[in-house]
T-cell receptor
């Protein structure tokens, strides 16, 4: 595997379910990010981790719970979601945080909440 | 706060036509500016970037010039191909005072480009 991978690629869940999204980067980077891409809205940064420490929580509801066990893996745990949470969730990584470091994106997980 | 505004899409062109996608931004200080491209079913890829005023970023025939006086970073290509069909995102990031940043990218809403043979 190369680059940034995300699983699953598609997920359908009910509002009472609990599920997790997984992201793995094979680039030796230290920073990882979760973004939400909704239809007709700009990409929204959700969380930033640098060296496994959360450095940014962009006012995300507590029904989204991130976990970063090491610099290569990032999870997004989901519970009691709402239909408006349906979106494409993108993971990204970079060597470090800061504007000089390019972010590399995964293909995303298409989430549908029914 | 920081913001990025892109021209409304979708944009539909014939092959070999000239492309312009407008992007303007609002930010204090001196942001870095980016264009990302998202092909169907894929994640975002960095297309080009510029880190200071009057810099020109270029890649794969695409160009954009950082214009501080007009706070713009318009994307251009002289002759588009069918393979350029994708969604294009303008974005900025800005180091906070002290030279450190948490890497926050602020994106525009994206512009869908469709190129017909």
């Amino acid at each position: 595997e190369t680059g940034v991978t995300q699983t699953p690629r598609h997920l359908v869940m009910g509002m009472t379910n609990k599920k997790s999204l997984k992201c793995e980067q094979h680039l030796g980077h230290n920073a990882m990010y979760w973004y939400k891409q909704s239809a007709k809205k700009p990409l929204e940064l959700m969380f930033v981790y640098n060296f496994k420490e959360q450095t940014e929580n962009n006012s995300v509801p507590s029904r989204f719970s991130p976990e970063c066990p090491n610099s290569s893996h990032l999870f997004l745990h989901l519970h009691t979601l709402q239909p408006e949470d349906s979106a494409l969730y993108l993971c990204a990584s970079s060597q470090d945080t800061g504007e000089v470091y390019e972010q590399y994106f995964g293909p995303g997980t298409r989430l549908t909440v029914t | 706060g920081d913001s990025v505004t892109q021209m409304e899409g979708p944009v539909t062109l014939s092959e070999e036509a000239f492309l312009t996608i407008n992007c303007t931004y609002t930010a204090t200080g001196y942001p870095s500016l980016f264009w990302y491209v998202q092909y169907p079913g894929e994640g975002l890829q960095l297309l080009l970037k510029a880190t200071k005023a009057d810099d020109k970023g270029s890649n794969k025939g695409f160009e954009a010039t950082y214009r501080k006086e007009t706070t713009s970073f318009h994307l251009e290509k002289g002759s588009v191909q069918v393979s350029d069909s994708a969604v294009y995102f303008c974005a900025l990031t800005r180091d906070v005072a002290g030279g450190t940043s948490y890497g926050k990218l602020t994106f525009g809403q994206g512009t869908i480009l469709t190129v017909h043979p």
